[in-house]
């Protein structure tokens, strides 16, 4: 489960499914789905301040890699799409999302103090 992942600093990768006509889930289905499970669980783990990463085609010619926040999904165009919401993130894996991936630096820092107050959260 996300938020178990989430209050021990661990990433999660959701690999979106297969619909029953053989089209797959997009990324915005996917936050969709989470802001409702959200909504209805109230466990605050979909917040503004959760940065998402969200890939597109990985392996193909045309795959994609962004990152943005779960209130801002980019479109990512043809499917299959993959979601990785990052846990705790070592100095590399920042290095890596701000200069490779582009990523806000303020939204990686946003993220980090977001992580952290899910792993001090009483259980």
Not at 43 to 62: K, P
Not at 84 to 102: R, T
Not at 104 to 122: G, S, T
């Amino acid at each position: 489960m996300l938020s178990d992942n989430l209050s021990r600093g661990l990433h999660t990768i959701l690999l979106l499914d297969i619909k029953d006509n053989g089209d797959f889930m997009s990324v915005n289905e996917a936050v969709e789905l989470l802001k409702r499970m959200e909504s209805a669980s109230k466990m605050g783990v979909i917040s503004s301040e959760l940065m998402v990463i969200y890939a597109a085609r990985i392996g193909w010619d045309n795959q994609s890699i962004k990152v943005s926040t779960i209130d801002d999904v980019p479109d990512m165009g043809d499917t299959p799409h993959t979601i990785v919401i990052p846990g705790q993130l070592n100095p590399v894996e920042e290095d890596y999302l701000v200069n490779v991936l582009g990523a806000n630096e303020e939204l990686v820092r946003r993220h980090e103090r977001f992580i952290d107050k899910m792993i001090k959260r009483p259980s």
